[in-house]
Nanobody, 115 residues
Framework: QVQLVESGGGLVQAGGSLRLSCAAS????????MGWYRQAPGKQRELVTL???????NYADSVKGRFTISRDNAKNTVDLEMSSLQPEDTAVYFC?????????WGQGTQVTVSS
């Protein structure tokens, strides 16, 4: 099992920045990809960004150039630096981790961007 705990959400004005952090614990040695998903009210959960254990990244088109994911394998953390935030970025952001035989989710952290 893998436990994921997010932190860093909050309220920010449009154009502002926020940093989310996620700490993994448990059976972390076999984690492959880590990343972030988000779910806005009335919408399906969607991928924001992923990073592999070797540092390869991919981003949703809607956040490219504004969000940056980073991972510290020694500390078992993954961070999401978000800039130029817009009201449409408002959502609950979930940390995600995958192993060969399973995937795991954090409890989510709210990000609200006011116009």
């Amino acid at each position: 099992q893998v436990q994921l705990v997010e932190s860093g959400g909050g309220l920010v004005q449009a154009g502002g920045s926020l940093r989310l952090s996620c700490a993994a614990s448990g059976s972390i040695s076999s984690i492959n990809a880590m990343g972030w998903y988000r779910q806005a009210p009335g919408k399906q959960r969607e991928l924001v960004t992923l990073i592999t254990s070797r540092g390869r990244t991919n981003y949703a088109d809607s956040v490219k150039g504004r969000f940056t994911i980073s991972r510290d394998n020694a500390k078992n953390t993954v961070d999401l630096e978000m800039s130029s935030l817009q009201p449409e970025d408002t959502a609950v952001y979930f940390c995600y981790a995958s192993r060969t035989f399973g995937s795991y989710w954090g409890q989510g952290t709210q990000v609200t961007v006011s116009s």
